[in-house]
């Protein structure tokens, strides 16, 4: 739940609304980013101004009478005037009620509502008042006892209050049961109060600082957890925490842990005493982030199965989605495949886009998916990828052979290789032809004598012929006959 210090509206059953009061603020507005408009009252004026990022009008509504000093934010807006009365208008500024209750001592801010109930903090009385939200059955001294009441905000359990006089916070159930006015002790005069449910904040009047505390047993007090920010008035929303800079004319805003301080969330304003803002529209997806292919990488070229994503209105009123754009260096890798979302989502309304992711080189691939709105609120969705390479399909069949090519120059000539071992002999082959004689070798050595030969008679005949005139000479050798081996008889 989200109040603030005098006007805290709480975020239940109604549509988000913030609530702020006298000296404090509950939403905060960044121009340029969303519709939602914050109101503030202007110290001892009858104007009450408005700002969204569309413009600023400084007399929004001009009716308050006498002044308006605290101002909250429900189905309507309420303020509370110095006189001791509630005042009511539309949203728009139209039907201006300044008798909504009436019957107060003096009111000098700390005004809150929830779904049913109007609280504000009588300072002139000392006590606590409370009405339902149509003005009826008020109940001026609801809580009493306190000392000069100027803050006030609610959570979602209680009632939280400052005693300006008494440099405390008070506390009561939001019944009015269980009041302790000495909740918080040890403050120096503290003004405006807002509360979270984990946390109560107030601005100390003299030193402009904010202080926190535990909002469930005043522990952790910290006086200084934003020191010297001209705080007078002090608002949260859901992530932070708001000031009204009433001698700067100037509304700061802060993280709720206290980070990112900037006292010049908005200028130009005419001493603001109180602020209230409409709670920010807001957009989200879940899941927060996409990854594809982590655990099986998604082949290159492919196309991967959908991952859904959901984008959610989280803020007050309803969002236009205009625009999708992915972007990063692999934003061509994604794409949207199912889209309902391009069109008004109401408050709590959800839409669905199918991605799918299709990577065109293997590797790591990233990029972010951003949602836009015409309210201008955005979400960005980081989206990553695991890409590899294609499957080898099957071989296919041959295909006919192509006519053959022209014959290639010939190539060098490669190194000559090793010896290789002896093969086995051959068959003997045919007896070639009979080769030229050789020259006449060398003279032997004579030989031995042989035995004595033996004589024989050579018997010759001539022989001639007349016709021929040729003679022939006819000669016969006539051996001599041996003698026989052998004994002799």
């Not at 519709?35 to 001009?62: C, E, H, L, Q």
């Not at 939001?174 to 006015?181: I, R």
């Not at 655990?295 to 994503?309: I, K, N, Y």
Request: aromatic content about 8%; glycine content about 16%; proline content about 6%.
């Amino acid at each position: 739940m989200f109040s603030s210090w005098s006007n805290p509206v709480v975020k239940w059953s109604l549509p988000a609304f913030l609530l702020v009061a006298f000296s404090s603020a509950l939403l905060l507005l960044t121009p340029g980013k969303a519709n939602a408009a914050i109101y503030w009252t202007n110290d001892f004026s009858t104007s009450i101004g408005r700002a969204d990022p569309f413009g600023v009008s400084p007399s929004f509504i001009s009716g308050a009478s006498p002044s308006a000093s605290g101002i909250a934010i429900g189905d309507q807006l309420y303020w509370s005037n110095f006189n001791g009365s509630i005042g009511t208008s539309n949203l728009d500024g139209s039907n201006v009620n300044n008798s909504l209750v009436t019957g107060g001592t003096t009111f000098r801010g700390g005004i809150a509502v929830d779904a049913q109930y109007i609280y504000w903090a009588d300072a002139g009385g000392n006590r606590i008042g409370r009405a339902n939200l149509d003005g009826s059955s008020p109940s001026l001294s609801f809580i009493t006892g306190a000392s000069n009441p100027v803050g006030l905000a609610i959570n979602g359990s209680h009632i939280f209050w400052s005693n300006n006089f008494g440099n405390s916070i008070g506390r009561a159930n939001l019944d009015g049961t269980g009041v302790n006015q000495s909740f918080i002790t040890g403050l120096s005069t503290p003004r405006g109060v807002a509360a979270t449910d984990d946390f109560v904040y107030w601005a100390d009047q003299f030193s402009g600082s904010i202080g926190r505390a535990d909002a469930d047993d005043g522990s952790g007090v910290n006086q200084g957890f934003l020191s010297g920010v001209g705080a007078w008035g002090v608002g949260v929303s859901e992530k932070h925490i708001l000031w009204a800079q009433r001698g700067n004319g100037a509304i700061g805003k802060a993280l709720l842990d206290g980070s990112n301080a900037d006292g010049s969330y908005v200028t130009g304003l005419d001493s603001p005493a109180s602020i209230a803002g409409e709670a920010d529209p807001g957009i989200s997806a879940t899941p927060a982030s996409l990854a594809f292919g982590s655990v099986t990488p998604v082949p290159t070229g492919s196309v991967s199965p959908p991952q859904q994503l959901t984008i959610s209105n989280s803020g007050a009123g309803p969002l236009n989605i205009s625009h999708l754009a992915f972007q990063g260096g692999d934003a061509d890798d994604f794409f949207i495949g199912l889209d309902n979302c391009r069109r008004e989502l109401p408050e709590e309304g959800t839409c669905a886009l199918s991605i799918r992711f299709n990577p065109g080189a293997e590797g790591e691939r990233s990029a972010s998916l951003l949602v836009e709105t015409e309210e201008g609120v955005s979400v960005l969705i980081p989206l990553t990828g695991e890409a590899g390479s294609l499957p080898t399909g099957p071989t296919g069949s041959t295909g006919p052979s192509g006519s053959t090519g022209p014959t290639g120059s010939t190539g060098p000539s490669g190194s000559t290789g090793p010896t290789g071992l002896t093969g086995p002999a051959g068959p003997t082959g045919a007896t070639g032809a009979t080769g030229n004689a050789g020259p006449t070798g060398a003279r032997g050595k004579t030989g031995r004598q042989g035995r004595p030969g033996r004589n024989a008679r050579i018997k010759c005949k001539v022989i001639g012929n007349r016709k021929s005139k040729k003679i022939k000479v006819k000669c016969q050798v006539k051996k001599p006959k041996t003698r026989k081996s052998g004994r002799q008889r």
